[in-house]
T-cell receptor, first 115, second 112 residues
Framework: NAGVTQTPKFRVLKTGQSMTLLCAQD?????MYWYRQDPGMGLRLIHY???????AKGEVPDGYNVSRLKKQNFLLGLESAAPSQTSVYFC??????????????FGPGTRLLVL | GEDVEQSLFLSVREGDSSVINCTYT??????LYWYKQEPGAGLQLLTY?????DMKQDQRLTVLLNKKDKHLSLRIADTQTGDSAIYFC????????????FGTGTQLKVEL
């Protein structure tokens, strides 16, 4: 049981290049999330998904697109990278059932540097 | 909208208690969480508290919730060097999707 995994771990892009970050979870979770973490700003939600085939915007969605074609995978795309997208990106997943704490489980992160 | 605030930095001596504070704004939050982030790693859930509770204790961790003041704190007893990390509080946002709003994080440094 690997939990939440992210690929790649680190990437350097030039301004204008595109890339896709992959998140995979093996816990059969319905909900998945993409965050970015910047110094002094905590984690900010980019996009999220409440099930296969559905996505929704979070707090900072501009410049990103997402897809959830399979329940276990959540992809984050940057069509034309900008230096302002230099950040650490975290994926998370959570369950839906019951009324327990529904905690989010996080991946190890992807460090992205846009030059 | 929701806003969660924390002080940025805390330094304590090994063996002392650490208290990390957090204020939140959404009075309808049902669950509040504390996450720990070690260098170069993702976030790990440390503990959580349901909004109808005032206190929760879990080994060296004590969470206190003051709903009137919208104040949450995490006390770590007998702080060890392995506790050095960034600690985030988070509140569950009302509405769908089980979304969380995170604080800015408090960097805890434990000195010998």
């Amino acid at each position: 049981n690997a939990g939440v995994t992210q690929t790649p771990k680190f990437r350097v892009l030039k301004t204008g290049q595109s890339m896709t970050l992959l998140c995979a979870q093996d816990m059969n979770h319905e909900y998945m999330y993409w965050y970015r973490q910047d110094p002094g700003m905590g984690l900010r939600l980019i996009h999220y998904s409440v099930g296969e085939g559905t996505t929704a915007k979070g707090e900072v969605p501009d410049g990103y697109n997402v897809s959830r074609l399979k329940k276990q995978n959540f992809l984050l795309g940057l069509e034309s990278a900008a230096p302002s997208q230099t950040s650490v990106y975290f994926c998370a997943s959570s369950t839906t059932g019951g009324d327990f704490e529904k905690t989010q489980y996080f991946g190890p992160g992807t460090r992205l540097l846009v030059l | 909208g929701e806003d969660v605030e924390q002080s940025l930095f805390l330094s304590v001596r090994e063996g002392d208690s650490s208290v990390i504070n957090c204020t939140y704004t959404d009075s309808s939050s049902t669950y509040l969480y504390w996450y720990k982030q070690e260098p170069g790693a993702g976030l790990q859930l440390l503990t959580y508290i349901f909004s109808n509770m005032d206190m929760k204790q879990d080994q060296r961790l004590t969470v206190l919730l003051n709903k009137k003041d919208k104040h949450l704190s995490l006390r770590i007893a007998d702080t060890q060097t392995g506790d050095s990390a960034i600690y985030f509080c988070a509140e569950r946002v009302t509405g769908g999707g089980n979304k969380l709003t995170f604080g800015t994080g408090t960097q805890l440094k434990v000195e010998l």
